[in-house]
């Protein structure tokens, strides 16, 4: 209690000195004192409690980095949504039900869910995390995604995550992989919420990028099938043989890469492939 009193009133002279920047508007800011209830500000266990809603859970984890207004200018993905690829339909009635790319052409994958519409905001978020060497930005958005997976999965009914991998040139210039990032951490923050995920193996070199690829932004729909298709290989299949696996991935734009991993994943053993990225392109 004392060392959590005393890490508040530090946090409350580093911010009256060194307010925060809003990543996006450049703004100053402070950070609103009910946003430092949830899991970033909370380092008791016996405290703790999952936030209710990824909106939540988001406007808690991103006000380290965005300011309030450009913190509600963010859009989660709600329902109704495509059971099968995620993607939010226009019309805000209704049930989930497939879309009409699901039904045409069958995914590689079971559902694909995120948390985060890829708007103009997380855009730039993850734009700094990737590119712009923030890379303290892993925690926050490691700690939205999680939630995501809670809410969206039963954490029972998946074995093994893998992040999609990069080429090891890609690694080497940039140092890291984000996707990888995003979970790395995961069993910690879980067990802060009493949440056991200790049955569950985190892998960074089981599915592996064999083929340097070119960015697949660059290209549309029907280049990124093509550009991805082959470029993954396993390493060790026997980890993913029979098992239920989550793919992890930062965005999710035309679907291709998860497809392509699915694909492969499924057809040397995987028992089923769900994918969870932290944003989705609608
Ligand atoms: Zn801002
Ligand atoms: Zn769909």
């Known amino acids: 209690m004392v060392s959590h009193l005393l890490n508040r009133f530090y946090q409350i002279i580093q911010e009256a000195v060194f307010p925060p920047k809003c990543l996006v508007c450049n703004a100053f800011y402070r950070i609103p004192e009910h946003r430092r209830c949830g899991i970033s500000a909370n380092p008791d266990p016996e405290e703790a409690a999952w936030p209710v809603s990824v909106r939540n859970q988001a406007e808690i984890s991103l006000s380290v980095c965005l300011c309030p207004d450009c913190l509600a200018e963010l859009i989660m993905v709600e329902s109704p949504l495509c059971i099968c690829c995620g993607i939010p339909f226009k019309s805000r009635q209704g049930q989930d039900h ?5 039904i045409t052409a069958g995914k590689k994958f079971g559902i694909a869910r995120a948390p985060l519409v890829y708007d103009r905001i997380i855009t730039e978020v993850i734009h700094c995390f990737k590119y712009r060497g923030k890379i303290q930005l892993a925690r926050p958005l490691s700690e939205l995604l999680l939630l995501a997976f809670l ?3 039963d954490r029972d009914g998946i074995d093994v995550i893998l992040p999609v991998p990069l080429h090891p040139n890609r690694i080497r210039m940039r140092g890291f992989n984000q996707a990888y990032l995003l979970i790395r951490n995961w069993p910690n923050l879980a067990a802060r919420y009493s949440c056991d995920l200790s049955h569950i ?9 064999a083929v340097p690829t070119a960015p697949q932004s660059a290209l549309d729909r029907n280049q990124r099938a093509h550009n991805i298709k082959n470029a993954f290989d396993l390493d060790r299949q026997e980890v993913i043989v029979g098992k239920r696996i989550l793919l992890i991935d930062d965005v999710y734009t035309t679907g291709a890469t998860a497809n392509e991993c699915g694909r492969l994943l499924l057809k040397r053993g995987a028992q089923k492939v769900d994918v969870l990225t932290l944003a989705r392109a609608v």
């Open 98 to 102: 497939y879309c009409g790319a699901c």
């Open 151 to 153: 809410i969206f999965w």
């Open 201 to 209: 193996r985190i892998e960074r070199d089981v599915l592996i990028r």
